[in-house]
């Protein structure tokens, strides 16, 4: 039971400095478009930050397997929705691409670690 309130403290703290990675942190560029729109940096902004908040909150369900399957799934899904579907500066020098994303990579795999970590010692525990 203790090792299951860690595992949850530990993903609640992930999960918050994550969901404040792009805009605290480790802040993206706000510059905007020639229309005045918005770069598509910082709407992966807001996908990281709302996925951080679904990191922390998933900590709170009762069904730990649901739970840290969907943890890990949201945190991959910072990396993958930026690159592949929102984007990103084409520019590497920008905060997005130097500052930003590397730290959210780093959070990315300590979430997927806790998470997989979790669910191999419930396993074990045989969900216990």
Known sequence: ?????I???VNIILGIVLALSP????PVCNMLKSDGSHMGCWYSGIFITSM?????????VKW???ADVLAAGAAVACWLVPHEIIGLCADLSHDCQAVMMPAV?????LVVIV???ELIMNFVKGGK
């Open 7 to 9: 595992f949850t403290l």
């Open 23 to 26: 805009f605290i942190l480790f």
């Open 115 to 117: 998470n997989v970590v």
């Open 1 to 5: 039971m203790k090792s299951r309130k």
């Open 64 to 66: 730990r397997f649901i």
């Open 105 to 109: 990579g780093v959070l990315i795999i």
């Open 52 to 60: 951080g908040i679904i990191i922390a909150a998933l900590s709170f």
